[in-house]
């Protein structure tokens, strides 16, 4: 008779899963060798599958695991430490198919009425770069640059000079240089709201109550 029970949940065993794929030899009646083909995607002798390509680049570029620590982290689990330079080919080959993606994403948020434009810096090589957004709530598209201000918004890669409906964004100055239709993030204007108050002003305390009580009355 049983009177209780106990589970206990726990991870199997890891361990890689390895596929051989052998070439066959014919000869065919009339003379000629007939040789069986590899699938189009086995090129070398040894060689890591999609899953491990797709989970490096998962752990590097959706977790922000340093690439030294996903090789250490296969070779805990898997006892097959990856080399950093293969994690590197994996992100760029990655990049090059996500190419026609990213240029859709940028298409999308040029034609979008409302975009949010931010920057914040972030540690790349041991050195400061910021990162550069422009988001919705369907579409992001982010960048890396050494500088902040005008130079990095008016670059290449940046979204804003381009962009001509309205743009909502921090009252960081280089923004207004843009033909942009411009909006003051609420955030950024009850946190500079809230610096006034505590410096003693009286009309940015009110009118910091105000804007959160339109807020307030708008999603109730």
Known sequence: EIVSKKQ??????????????????????CGNIELGR?????????QYGHNVKALCVLLSVQY??????????????YQSPINTST????????????????IEIKNQLLNEKVVHFDET????????????????EKYTYLFVNEKRGFEALNSEQSLIKAFGNNAVHD?????????????????????ELTAL?????????????????????NIS
């Not at 206990?8 to 009646?29: G, M, N, R, S």
């Not at 590899?38 to 040894?46: A, G, H, I, R």
Request: aromatic share 14%; proline share 5%; hydrophobic share 35%.
């Open 8 to 29: 206990v949940f726990d991870l199997p065993p890891q361990k890689l899963i390895v596929t051989e794929y052998q070439q066959a030899k014919v000869v065919c009646q």
């Open 38 to 46: 590899y699938p189009v995607d086995v090129t070398q002798p040894t």
């Open 64 to 77: 922000q695991m340093p690439q030294e620590k996903i090789s250490l982290l296969f070779n805990d689990l």
């Open 87 to 102: 994690i590197n080919h994996y992100l760029n080959t990655a990049y090059a198919k996500l190419e026609p993606l990213e």
């Open 121 to 136: 810096g972030i540690r790349v090589e041991g050195k400061t770069k910021w990162l550069h957004t422009a988001c919705n």
């Open 171 to 191: 009252c960081w100055s280089s923004y207004f240089k843009f033909d942009s239709q411009h909006i003051i993030c609420n955030a950024h204007i009850l946190r």
């Open 197 to 217: 108050s505590e410096q003693g002003s009286n009309w940015a305390n009110q009118f910091h109550t105000f804007l959160l009580d339109c807020y307030y009355e």
